[in-house]
């Protein structure tokens, strides 16, 4: 349930980003038609809270690993794709470096490009590795 989680996470997100919409109407809008258990609701919920309160942080982060691609530059949906596993590689210990880097190219490769996938992946693969350093 964790991977639809992260899919209403993402829609969120999107709809926050690119419509500028409310978090917490997005949210409810998405989850009416996106039904979770009560577990993954409130992973979602978390995912979309802390993602949004940690947006500066993790531009800067992600700007730092995205050779020449500063986050307002990229496909919308890929940036919150990479700020939403951003997020969950930095402050959700229960989730291992690997299952988010994995949840997010399957992530890209449902809603963006194949291409996408391989550049969320080797930038996610930087992060990782702690290279380089955050700013």
Request: with cysteine.
């Amino acid at each position: 349930m964790r991977r639809k989680a992260r899919e209403v996470a993402l829609k969120v997100l999107f709809q926050v980003d690119v419509g500028g919409a409310d978090p917490a109407e997005a949210l409810a809008q998405v989850l009416q038609r996106d039904k979770l258990p009560s577990a993954a609701e409130a992973f979602a919920r978390g995912l979309v809270e802390g993602t949004l309160r940690e947006l500066d942080s993790l531009d800067r982060t992600l700007a730092a690993r995205s050779r020449e691609w500063r986050p307002e530059r990229m496909a919308a949906v890929d940036r919150n794709i990479l700020r939403l596993a951003c997020y969950e590689m930095r402050h959700c210990p229960d989730v291992p470096p690997s299952v988010a880097i994995n949840e997010a190219v399957e992530l890209a490769k449902k809603y963006s490009t194949t291409e996408a996938a391989r550049f969320i992946n080797g930038v996610l693969g930087q992060l990782a590795r702690g290279k380089p350093q955050d700013s």
